[in-house]
């Protein structure tokens, strides 16, 4: 052979080569990103890459005993009866559809109490999904931020965070401690083109570890994404870079990944860097940097329980004495088996872009709708929910009488649809028994997954329109019975004056006789 012939064959192998690495590299693409499918006629909507199989009858009441129900319910959201509710918007925790897969694992279930395989399996899970070795299970997530308060918060230490959230601050200040937040200014402001608004001030992390000294600072959490800020994402870039920092002060980093997979999705569409890795190389990737990793399961695969996990057994070790103290044995931690097999499936079904896809595409959805139509929305939208920035749908409710849960009832008046308060209701009040107002009076309308249909995302609109245009009948509310913890899950609220009954006369008389047929009686 001369030196020719060689020099083809080896550039026809090259190329070869070539050709299957790009063939390979488009079908991880394809695999791992949503697809895009255009209309001919038609709107751009989202389309669902399910189908339907196991349906659930709702009730949608009229007005009239809408108003009583949220009146019976302290002002309440979470006093509603289910039954009552048209579309339950509260949360997204423990209440998104299982694929068929879920539920026929289910059936598999070891209930052994000790070596369980169920266990095994959600182990194996982990580790295909995050590469970790070590597991932790607790029976949901905000148990797994107690196991971690518990672990490391002593009295005078703070635990520093791009934001709080609600149970995550009431662990560390029940034990003694303080919650510092280090989001970015652009975290807080509500509508902008920022496509990570989650991230961590650098600079003031730094700062803030210097001033209160490394051995002082019981961890660094991530939220991602960030809850009570619109369910807005964390870059990989930021992510990674509070990592290094922690690193570099000998600082234990955490991640709270409830909401990984919405932020996983942005991270996707929005991060350069992102764009033509797969999911499960990002999930990897920051199991690889973060010390801790938990989350509840409610969120993160679509089932029940929590999990703690890491890379070093020399964390998990440290946390393993609270499980069986606060939550059961090493193999179960409180949580039922089946959903444990039901958690093991829907982690690995996390990686799959075609079904993270569907709950953001919803909520973008819903969140464009009511913009267009003028709404105040916190834009861009993000994961978990579309939310209304109520300090300006209801300018003339001040803070003390707590217009975003002032909203979240006559939506429910409005509609039957029950959203969550995200605003000073939900903030604990000042060690001197102030008021602590809330940065940002949100209401979330949470989106399940895989839940609702397209048409019932669009009564939600329509109705909130509705309500938009009649805004300024919508009054404030004031505190019957207060509970000194967590007082947004059970505490009851009065209305200032008699708006509600005028909300609804108003809505009676725009929409006519609209669901009285169906509710009468022949004589």
Known sequence: LNIKTVTVWLFGLLLQFFIIFVRSINTNYNRFIMSKVRFYKEEQIPLEMHKVRVVQKLTLLPVEERLKKIQEAGNNTFLLQNKDVYMDMLTDSGVNAMSDQQVASMGIADDSYAGSETFNRVKAAIYEVFGTENVLPAHQGRAAENILAEAYVRPGMVALMNFHFTTTKAHITRLGGEVVELIQKKGLVPQSDEPFKGDMDLDALKATIEKYGPENVAFVRVEAGTNLIGGQPVSLENMLAVADICHDYGVKSVLDASLLQDNVYFMK???????????????????????????????????RGGIITSHNSKYTNEMMEYIPLYEGFLTYGGMEVRAMEAMAVGLVESLDMEYISQGPEFINYLVNELDKYGVPMIKPAGGLGAHINCSEFVPHIPHEQYPAAAVATAIYIASGVRGMERGTLSEQREPDGTERFAELELMRLAMPRRVFTLSQVKYCADRIKWLYDNRELIGGLKWVEEPKVLRFFFGRLGEIGYWQEELAKKFREDFGDSLLSLHCHPD
Do not use: P
């Open 269 to 303: 569409t929005r991060e350069a860097q992102c764009k033509f890795m797969t999911t499960k190389q990002i999930y990897h990737l920051l199991a690889d940097k973060m010390d801790i990793i938990y989350f509840s399961g409610r969120k993160l695969g679509f089932s």
